[in-house]
């Protein structure tokens, strides 16, 4: 019983991936590490046994809302300031 | 102000850490989540009650379908939403681009995509069509042919894609879902069950009642799909247009 | 300071994965607090909403399980009780 490597390693991966993609200034940047971080939540439903969760997250988390929001960057300033 | 943010973050946190021993450990199969008897109330009956092999399906369209419902026309009114919002604002509002787009469709990108677009949209509708006995279902499989509407506008421009899937068309196929959807409640009512009873449409189809519920599962799935694949595509044009449907990214 | 029962080994060993959590739900509520671009603000709100859907999902792990999708020999009306039933049918004319 207990949390596997792969688990262990997965979510200290989210925590890494969730702040650099607060942390970039350049906002395109900043959707593609949040599909990263979508990818890899789908990688961690899968493994918990969720498969239609993870199914979701592949399709809407790392496809469409990566493009939706790179399609939103486009009409902004792509820098930002903080 | 950043300051009093930090602190305020950090006190909820200690409060979250603080609670967080009292939790069941990882994979504890006598964690309240487990042990509870509605879980095992739909692990023991699902395939009873429906046929459905894939309980998330059974409980999504079925048990709770008047959830899933009010889901689809959430979806729907967040694509209206977003429509007519930036399509009401000042008609030649100018705005700082980043990036210039002129440029002539590739060559190499549009062929390929022209190959995996009929391949994208026939895995859409297997998941769709296939969310009782695998994962998927009406999102997913919605997502997955809205997704690839939106390729054909990425990889040749969005006139293109505006040509195969006009923005009007979008709004009544995402209605249409809607209305596919509590149609089939409806029809459940009218032959004398609860709204959404799908058992009691076996009255006029020659299954049992399972099958029955089988089935128009299927066709709640059908017009989720419809509504979802509509409005991703009308919220990519309308999002990547500032509402003006020309020369999108 | 990792000895069995302290504090520490609580939270950064048996519980990792809450720790996890809550330092995730953390980021997006500073981010949501404390960023001032609105895509960041967008960013960070699902950080959040992961973080919670994360946590429930969780909870429900069982170690050793099977996807929640019947397998034939599970499911009572499958594919695996028709045959079960021709069996019989076929033995009963056999006899």
Same mark, same amino acid.
């Given at each position: 019983m207990g949390l596997e490597l792969f688990n262990t390693l997965i979510l200290c991966l989210l925590v890494v991936v969730a702040v650099l993609s607060l942390w970039v200034r350049d906002l395109v940047v900043s959707a593609v590490v949040f599909a990263i971080y979508s990818f890899l939540m789908c990688l961690l439903w899968a493994e918990m046994g969720a498969v239609d969760v993870a199914f979701t997250e592949a399709t809407v988390g790392a496809g469409v809302s990566t493009v939706v929001l790179i399609a939103t960057v486009f009409n902004l300033k792509r820098k930002a300031k903080d | *102000? =950043?300051?009093?943010?930090?602190?305020?973050?950090?006190?909820?946190?200690?409060?979250?850490?603080?609670? $967080?021993?009292?939790? #069941?450990?990882? /994979?504890? #199969?006598?964690? +309240? $989540?487990?042990?509870? #008897?509605?879980?095992? %109330?739909?692990?023991?009956?699902?395939?009873?009650?429906? !046929?459905? #092999?894939n309980m998330v399906t059974a409980v999504l369209a079925d048990y709770r379908g008047f959830d899933t419902m009010f889901e689809t026309v959430v979806v729907f009114i967040a694509g209206l939403a977003v429509f007519s919002i930036l399509r009401g604002g000042p008609k030649n509002r100018t705005r700082d681009r980043e990036f210039v787009v002129d440029f002539e469709p590739d060559l190499i990108v549009t062929n390929t995509v022209r190959l995996i677009v009929p391949v994208?949209?026939?895995?859409?509708?297997?998941?769709? $069509? %296939?969310g009782h006995v695998s994962p998927g279902g009406g999102f997913q499989g919605g997502v997955a042919m809205g997704a690839s509407f939106i390729l054909i506008a990425l990889s040749w421009d969005l006139k293109t894609a505006l040509a195969r899937f006009p923005i009007e068309r979008c709004f009544t196929v995402a209605a249409l879902g809607i209305v596919i959807y509590a149609g089939i409640g409806l029809l459940s009512l009218f032959l004398g069950g609860e709204f959404l009873d799908y058992a009691h449409l076996? =009255?006029?189809? +020659?299954?049992?009642? !399972? *099958?029955?519920?089988? %089935?128009a599962m299927l066709g709640v799935e059908i017009g989720v799909g419809f509504t979802v694949t509509a409005i991703m595509f009308a919220l990519y044009a309308s999002l990547s247009t500032d509402g003006r449907m020309r020369d999108g990214l | 300071m990792f000895e069995d029962g302290s504090i520490f080994n609580q939270l950064l060993v048996e519980r990792l994965n809450y720790f996890i959590y809550v330092v995730l739900l953390l980021i997006g509520l500073w981010a949501m607090i404390a960023k001032n671009n609105l895509i960041k603000k967008l960013i960070g709100m699902s950080?959040?909403?992961?973080?919670?859907?994360?946590?429930?999902?969780?909870? /429900?792990?069982k170690e050793g399980a099977t996807i929640p999708i019947y397998l034939p020999e599970h499911d009572p009306h499958g594919s695996h009780a028709q045959l079960d039933s021709n069996h019989t049918e076929l033995l009963s004319h056999g006899a």
């Open positions: - | *102000m =950043k300051k009093a943010a930090f602190i305020l973050v950090l006190c909820i946190g200690l409060l979250l850490a603080w609670a $967080a021993k009292d939790f #069941p450990s990882w /994979g504890d #199969p006598q964690s +309240p $989540a487990s042990s509870s #008897p509605v879980a095992s %109330h739909f692990i023991a009956n699902t395939g009873v009650d429906t !046929e459905v #092999p994208i949209q026939i895995f859409a509708l297997y998941v769709l $069509a %296939h076996a =009255k006029i189809f +020659p299954v049992s009642p !399972e *099958m029955a519920r089988y %089935h | 950080i959040f909403q992961t973080a919670i859907i994360l946590f429930y999902v969780s909870i /429900g792990v």
